[in-house]
Nanobody
């Protein structure tokens, strides 16, 4: 079983940046995909971005394109979410998750989840 630990969340002003990390406890296999999701206050959890471990193929939600970048560091068994130009609508608990379906945007395709990290964007 893969354990995931997110970090890097916090409080930031609108227009600022944060980098989230998702560290896996075990070796990530080539067929794996890692996704980032978020749950805004009072709303359903939603897809943010995903990356294929093998070749780095990425897919992002329209709401974050051009502002958020997902990447991976194979040597560190870690996936990152670089978030720029943050606005209050980005306030949410951010989760990373492991799956095996390339480009998957739905929660059902991800099997293991981290506990989440809070991101709060103030005006």
């Amino acid at each position: 079983q893969v354990q995931l630990v997110e970090s890097g969340g916090g409080l930031v002003q609108a227009g600022g940046s944060l980098r989230l990390s998702c560290a896996a406890s075990t070796r990530i296999f080539t067929s794996t995909v890692i996704g980032w999701f978020r749950r805004p206050p009072g709303k359903e959890r939603e897809f943010v971005a995903t990356i294929a471990w093998s070749d780095g193929y990425t897919r992002s939600a329209e709401s974050v394109k051009g502002r958020f970048t997902i990447s991976r560091d194979k040597a560190k068994n870690t996936v990152y979410l670089e978030m720029n130009s943050l606005n209050p609508e980005d306030t949410a608990v951010y989760y990373c998750a492991v799956g095996s379906t390339r480009g998957a945007t739905m929660e059902m395709w991800y099997k293991y989840w981290g506990q989440g990290t809070q991101v709060t964007v103030s005006l």
